[in-house]
């Protein structure tokens, strides 16, 4: 029979979320509605006459604490979490519906998503999945700060982060083929430093931040611990990089190496890397045919962490 892993798939149900955005600290609802094989993810301000912006490297706008995709004006703000969590679990089509310019934060990680679309499920649809396979390296460099990605089988990151206490040096690896997203990335938090914390919301930023949705750091360590790993903070950053990398527009083949890079250097990565023609190619595995659409089941999908665990 043939791999759907081979398919293109989408969400089986609509799926809704309320909260606030991290930066803006504006209310927002979020839908996410199943789409047609071959749409990719589509975003759409149903505040704005349901105005679309596809999720691609062409709508990447000014990058810092957040990725945020614009067309025409019309801005999308913090979408790293939903895409990432888009490409880890295999979810090739979507259309995103949402009311005010920002994405809610949720608990600050990609779980609830994650989640959510297990519980509706995964459809698999009939047509095959392209990837951009790499062919050559590309490589973006900012003093040590450094981000590349090269030909070789499957999707993997190693990522490397040097932040001051109580973090320190982290590197992490993942293999995203081995459908280990949901367990092993998707949990990971967003942190900050409480002495960043004035500066960071007289720039207008963080003003939805709260203990509920992101690591409290002082030098001691976390003020609302525990923490869901003892790496959290690297694997945050793993998932704010699948999610960059999705503005690609198809999930990448090759292997990925992180030096202390941020959102604006992941996408660096993504223009450099679409405007070289020489070093990609859209490639997919073969199938001998399409079979009926069909609904994946949960438990082939990923194992995934529960936070009744933590600390525990």
């Known amino acids: 029979m043939t791999n759907p892993a081979h398919l293109e798939q989408t969400i089986a149900a609509p799926l809704e979320f309320s909260g606030v955005g991290l930066h803006s600290g504006a209310p927002v609802t979020l839908r996410l509605l199943p789409a ?3 749409s990719g993810i589509v975003f759409r301000r149903t505040d704005l006459d349901n105005f679309e912006i596809p999720a691609n490297g062409r709508n990447v706008a000014k990058v ?3 990725t945020s995709l614009m067309r025409q004006g019309v801005l999308i703000s913090t979408t790293e979490h939903l895409l990432s969590a888009l490409v880890g679990m295999g ?3 979507v259309i995103a519906e949402l009311d005010n310019l920002e994405l809610p934060i949720l608990d600050g990680s990609a779980l609830p998503y994650v989640q959510a679309f297990l519980r509706a499920g995964i459809r698999v649809q009939r047509r095959r999945r392209e990837t ?3 062919l050559r390296p590309v490589e973006v460099r900012d003093g040590k700060r450094f981000i590349g990605v090269y030909p070789g089988a499957g999707y993997s990151i190693r990522y490397t982060i040097d932040f001051p206490a ?5 590197t992490a690896c993942v293999d995203l083929a081995a459908e280990t997203y949901g367990k092993s990335i998707a949990p990971a938090r967003t942190f900050g430093y409480k002495a960043d914390e004035k500066k960071l919301r007289d720039m207008g930023l963080i003003r939805g931040a709260s203990p509920e949705c992101t690591i409290v750091l002082t030098a001691e360590g976390p003020e609302n611990g525990p923490l869901r790993f003892p790496d959290e903070y690297v694997r945050h950053k793993i998932l704010d990089l699948i999610g960059d990398l ?5 999930r990448i083949e090759g292997h990925v190496v992180a030096e202390c890079a941020g959102h ?5 990565l993504v223009s450099r890397l679409m405007k070289d023609r020489s070093t990609w190619e859209l490639a997919h595995v073969p199938v001998a045919a399409a079979p009926p659409e069909l609904i994946a089941s949960p438990a082939a999908r990923a194992e995934v962490y529960s936070p009744v665990l933590i600390g525990a």
């Open 36 to 38: 047609p094989a071959g």
């Open 264 to 268: 604006a250097m992941h996408t660096a």
């Open 246 to 250: 999705a503005l690609a527009g198809r």
């Open 132 to 134: 951009v396979r790499v």
């Open 64 to 66: 810092s604490y957040a």
């Open 166 to 170: 109580p973090i320190g040096y982290q």
């Open 91 to 93: 979810i090739d089509n």
